[in-house]
């Protein structure tokens, strides 16, 4: 396992997938190290994609103390191809996620959301599952954990009817989209990507969020920073995205490492 600068402490990772099959070799190690002492990490939120991943996080949250979960559906799981749910979504979907989300261990529903990246997405479907679970997101009063990726357009609209409250993920788009969802009070995270040469998109991005919406995020086993690009991400990592936006900010790392933990507590209402 490459060893992350652990130089700030007190890391809250808004957004995890530890149930990905890049940790099915060291999962169990990984995670109680991560929840040891001698770890920079203090919370995950583990971000769910379908009905097994629920049940992955509510067991992980059960385990550890400091361990959260969402429940939900990505939107990547119809696609036609490779889809999980590519044949139909399971009979009754909507009332499982109600039934899972009352865990006390359940703080957000997600990940949720449009994906227009890969040929062959069926907008309308995509559309359908992201408004059923933003509906059931406020009946249980609870924030959202939102993937938006090619389908800005789509997705402000679906913001502007809605109103959720909760975050953006992995957020990589442009400043002025991202004035648009903080006017709607939304959070946006920021993962490893903030950190790549190319990503100036993102680092105007960075410019206009004040810092009480800012969350700090994996995606891991994605999106790990340089030095490390190409390997297995995981939430120690976080230390180099808060470099980087000391770098672009001025403020100190360890700063906006707390600032981003009470904000992640307070969204998630930890």
Do not use: W
């Not at 309308?124 to 090619?150: G, S, T, Y």
């Not at 230390?239 to 707390?258: K, M």
Request: charged share 25%; aromatic share 10%.
């Amino acid at each position: 396992m490459p060893q992350a600068d652990c130089t700030v402490r007190g890391i809250f990772d808004s957004h995890c997938h530890y149930d990905d099959a890049a940790f099915d070799s060291d999962r169990d190690s990984l995670l109680d190290h991560l929840f040891s002492g001698d770890s920079s990490v203090e919370y995950l939120m583990h971000a769910c994609t379908d009905l097994d991943s629920a049940e992955f996080g509510l067991h992980m949250a059960e385990r550890f103390e400091r361990y959260y979960t969402s429940v939900g559906i990505h939107p990547e799981t119809l696609d036609k191809e490779y889809g999980k749910y590519a044949d139909g979504l399971p009979a009754g979907y909507i009332e499982r996620l109600r039934e899972l989300a009352l865990h006390p261990k359940v703080k957000a529903i997600g990940e949720i959301g449009l994906d227009h990246h890969y040929e062959g997405y069926d907008s309308e479907a995509q559309r359908e599952l992201f408004e059923a679970q933003l509906v059931l997101a406020k009946q249980l009063d609870l924030p959202v954990i939102m993937h938006c990726r090619d389908a800005t357009e789509d997705f402000l609209r679906l913001m502007e009817k809605h109103r959720p409250r909760g975050v953006v993920h992995c957020f990589s788009g442009s400043a002025e989209t991202a004035e648009q969802l903080l006017k709607l009070g939304l959070y946006i995270g920021f993962t490893g990507a903030l950190t790549f040469k190319n990503a100036k998109k993102a680092k105007r991005a960075f410019g206009v969020v004040p810092t009480d919406r800012l969350l700090f995020e994996t995606d891991c086993p994605y999106m790990a920073p340089p030095p490390f690009r190409g390997k297995r991400c995981y939430s120690e990592m976080i230390a180099y995205v808060a470099a980087e936006g000391e770098r672009l900010s001025g403020i100190p790392a360890q700063q906006l490492t707390d600032i981003t933990n009470m904000n992640a507590k307070k969204l998630f209402g930890i």
